[in-house]
């Protein structure tokens, strides 16, 4: 009954180094995302992947790349952490295409970048 | 572009209560509508998804409405209890013209405290 199991839980990096968040979802689900919170600004998406061979940006971007390693598994990967980058990185999943149906999110993974 | 409120930023209440959280939306074009739960250092849960051809939906002591034509959710919470304590986010589907969704617009969220 793991749902979405997002590694490391918790990380500290310092400016330039790299570093590759895991996520992998049990739910046979379609497409998966990631996003950031940050304090005042809210949940925003990173990149998406609303089906098997297929990955989009999207809100912010930047400094980010993934990776959908096959149906179950879509990693995030920072090649060059910067301070900006410190935040809570949520991984989520939905069954059907992108944002048509409920989503099931990760428990976080806490970056600090030094 | 669709932004998200949600109104207030934080709510106290007695255990007991019924209470009533607010989220709205400036573009009625929206695919759906979900209202999530987040605990402290956890991740977001999923409360109730609402499709845009729906009015409200139910869930236990749970009910989220719907209204497009205003731009405006609503979720009940009945007789309230210490463990609902949370913060509570409610997030928009945009409609593209084609009829798809498109992006997820998420609201800042109520942080709800309920007292024993």
């Known amino acids: 009954n793991a749902g979405v199991t997002q590694t490391p839980k918790f990380q500290v990096l310092k400016t330039g180094q790299s570093m590759t968040l895991q996520c992998a979802q049990d739910m046979n689900h379609n497409s998966m995302y990631w996003y950031r919170q940050d304090p005042g600004m809210g949940l925003r998406l990173i990149y998406y992947?609303?089906?098997?061979?297929?990955?989009d940006k999207g809100e912010v971007p930047n400094g980010y790349n993934v990776s959908r390693l096959n149906k179950r598994e879509f990693s995030l990967r920072l090649e060059s952490a910067a301070p900006s980058q410190t935040s809570v990185y949520f991984c989520a999943s939905s069954p059907q295409g992108w944002n048509t149906g409920e989503l099931f999110f990760g428990e976080g993974s806490r970056l600090t970048v030094l | 572009k669709q932004e998200v409120t949600q109104i207030p930023a934080a709510l106290s209440v007695p255990e007991g209560e019924n209470l009533v959280l607010n989220c709205s939306f400036t573009d009625s074009a929206i695919y759906n509508l979900q209202w999530f739960r987040q605990d402290p250092g956890k991740g977001l849960t999923s409360l109730l998804l609402i499709q845009s051809s729906q009015r409200e939906q139910t869930s236990g002591r749970l009910n989220a409405s719907l209204d497009k034509s205003s731009g405006r959710s609503t979720l009940y919470i009945a007789a309230s209890q210490p463990g609902d304590s949370a913060t509570y986010l409610c997030a928009v589907s945009h409609m593209y013209s084609g009829g798809g969704a498109d992006g997820l617009t998420f609201g800042k969220g109520t942080h709800l405290i309920i007292q024993p």
């Open positions: 992947s609303a089906s098997e061979g297929t990955t």
